[in-house]
């Protein structure tokens, strides 16, 4: 099948992750040749299982910070969607030392082998990296602010920054084809609470009737964005002529605090679940700093490829809803 996509074989480094399943599965629609390459560390066989039949689809389990397991995966591709990362607060906390040498290691490689042949890459990075930059919505113009380096937090977004120094040096350097794509609180069906993820967490907790924990005093804002247009924006913007060499915010429009989000869950879902309050302290290990608020402007992506997400909060609630019930 020809498709409308300036490429015909697309290669999704973490593809059986959360977001990656989804740009997989969004790709194959559109007729794309799709190989996920993930070590399954947090991503999952079940993600993709619905996909294994699909003639224009391959798994292959591989590291991508083993340039062995990534090399001929680039090769036989000509776009590269590099979302494989190590993602998610809990994980990040937990595991300082994978973090960062996941985050580092892999985009060199993945950088480093398309480069070669001058394959186009979509290089995934986060909103973490505007850090506690209070000049909202985020722009991508706007300074970044981060934290003291003992704080193992700021250790994710200053990883994900050199991910898209990287990226951008490779463009400025040999024109490789990248874009960096900054992603805000993607959610949707298949992402798992058990790196911190708040809705998928109150999503359970408020189907099972347990309390909503609610980290701090709930005035935190963010900003949350439906998986499905997440992947929208990802191969819009990949496959624009004019992305590359850019970076781009990828994220929703409806910013709340994570106190309202919780009410949000309860009346979405039906529940009787009360909202527990719960310090920062206790819910992570020492010295942990959370950012107070986080909305993309995206003005930018609009600007380049129409962006406009189209799902709502509620829509992301009932979704999530409907995948836990069913799970
Ligand atoms: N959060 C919460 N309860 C939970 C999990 C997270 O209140 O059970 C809060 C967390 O402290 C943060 C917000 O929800 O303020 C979003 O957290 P998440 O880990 O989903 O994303 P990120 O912090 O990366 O935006």
Redesign the pocket.
Known sequence: MATSLPFQRALVTGGAGFIGSHLCERLLAAGVSVEALDDLSTGSVLNIEHLRGNPLFRFTVGDVRRIADLAEAVDRADAVFHMAAAV???LIVERPVHTIETNLEGTTNVLECATKKRKLVLVAS???VYGKSDKLPFHEESDLVLGASRRPRWAYACSKLMDEFLALAHHRESGLPVVVARL??T?GPRQT?R?????P??VA?ALAGEP?????D?S???TFCHVADTVEGLVALLAHPKAAGGVFNVGGLEELS??D??ARVIAGTGSASRIEF?P?EE??DGDFE??AR?RPDLSKIAALIGYAPKRTLDDIIADVAAQHRTA
Not at 195 to 199: A, F, H, L, S
Not at 212 to 216: H, M
């Open positions: 998610g607060v809990r986060t909103s973490e805000f609180n959610v609470g790196y911190g993820m708040v809705i967490r109150f907790q909503l924990t609610v980290y701090g709930g935190q804002t963010r994570i106190a989000l919780a719960i920062f819910a992570y959370d950012m986080r």
